[in-house]
């Protein structure tokens, strides 16, 4: 979009080069653990792959706060810029959002392509496009984030030719300048209001039907459980944001029918605008009766990702829908958690200690299950049939039913 070499090479595999080669670079504030940047470091190494790029180094620097003009400091720059030149590296990640001066700074120093992090999710988010919503919605969110830093990203864009960064769905050539850009973007809303209107209708049409919405941190197993709970093929995969549109799929349980809807994960440090224009995609959430909140209990920072979760919904205004969290992976989180020489009762003791904390802090109905192993899904399914029989009897009272 924009530029015509953002468009995805059919060449490539999922419009990456499988060959670039990346660094990351991060910095540790005052209020930061070096343990936490790295698992911050962590995601966005798995974004990179995502995105069709192999990390070969990390570099971190305590900062009290990031520079206006190069985000790092000028001696940590210059270490990067060697040890780019020795390993012949093209391409550096940023942990967060450069302005469109630090950018070409960066640029002029190290010579190679540079990437923040919300560049980067827009990338992954222009390759999984499928859909002309989605493909509208990637475009509109890409065209704002660059809208403030035109003038230090054209340069930028003109050097630099296909990967990470470099694709979308948008025009072969248009011209880079503000009005252009502008006018694109309301063209793009226009576009997307127009969707909106189709998917309210087509919405206002399962009225009758009670709906449930899985949402969670990206890669968390919301698509297999969506498989599992209504039969039927779901594309799943260990990638970050394996799918973009709303997956809904009717289900019905012994007579009783809802809906059951999947959406896009969520992510830390999420791009506003990319919230701002998925916002008719969340819809489904929104409108949702029930949430079934899974949770990947395996991953070492699970609780920070619960809390991204709950955040986001708060701000697309889905915070105080009836929840049920499910923690899924159990059998994973046994295998990182169980020495092979524990005991049977120590270990049950281990496991009903972690279930009974998370109990506290999370005052809502809660299931734990594998979603890949079946365990405890039955379960859950039961627990769910009784919050959907109950909302059925809240929204008809004075309709016979029979579940």
Not at 68 to 79: A, N, P, V
Not at 183 to 206: G, W
Not at 217 to 234: A, F, P
Not at 248 to 255: F, G, H, I, Q
């Amino acid at each position: 979009m924009i530029n015509s070499s953002w468009n995805v090479d059919p060449k490539k595999k999922n419009g990456a080069n499988p060959e670039e080669r990346a660094v990351l670079v991060g910095i540790i504030l005052p209020d930061q653990s070096e343990a936490l940047v790295e698992e911050h470091l962590d995601e966005l190494e798995f974004l990179a792959l995502t995105a069709g790029a192999k990390t070969v180094r990390r570099f971190t620097q305590k900062l009290k706060s990031p520079d206006s003009r190069s985000y790092i400091g000028s001696g940590k720059l210059e270490e990067i810029r060697r040890y780019l030149e020795d390993h012949e590296i093209d391409l550096v990640i940023f942990d967060d959002d450069l302005s469109g001066k630090q950018q070409n700074i960066i640029e002029s120093i190290l010579k190679v392509k540079i990437v923040d992090r919300s560049f980067l999710i827009l990338d992954i988010f222009a390759s999984r496009a499928q859909t002309a919503q989605a493909k509208t919605q990637v475009e509109l969110a890409q065209l704002q984030y660059i809208y403030p830093r035109l003038r230090g990203m054209w340069s930028h864009l003109e050097r630099q030719r296909g990967g990470i960064g470099m694709r979308g769905p948008g025009e072969q050539e248009i011209e880079t300048d503000r009005r252009i850009v502008k006018e694109k973007i309301s063209l793009l809303k226009k576009r997307l209001e127009k969707i909106d209107l189709q998917s309210a209708t087509q919405r206002k049409n399962r009225d009758e039907m009670i709906r449930v919405s899985l949402v969670g941190y990206t890669n968390v197993g919301k698509s297999t459980l969506m498989t599992l709970l209504s039969k039927s093929e779901v594309f799943a995969e260990n990638k970050l944001f394996a799918t973009l549109d709303t997956t809904v799929r009717k289900v019905v349980w012994d007579s009783m029918p809802f809906l059951l809807s999947d959406t896009v994960g969520f992510i830390r440090k999420l791009p506003h605008h990319l919230i701002e224009s998925f916002k008719s995609t969340l819809d489904d959430v929104r409108e949702a009766d029930i949430l079934l909140h899974v949770v990947d209990i395996s991953h070492p920072q699970f609780e920070d990702q619960v809390k991204v979760v709950k955040e986001t919904l708060e701000s697309i205004g889905a915070g105080d829908k009836i929840t049920m969290m499910v923690f899924n992976k159990m059998d994973a989180w046994r295998q990182k958690n169980f020495d092979e020489l524990l005991d049977s009762a120590t270990r049950n003791e281990l496991e009903e200690e972690i279930k009974s904390r998370l109990r506290e802090l999370y005052p809502v109905e809660m299931e734990f299950i594998s979603a890949k192993s079946l365990e405890h899904t039955e379960l859950l399914r039961s627990k769910l049939r009784e919050l959907i029989s109950r909302q059925y009897m809240v929204r008809y009272p004075y309709r016979s039913k029979h579940w």
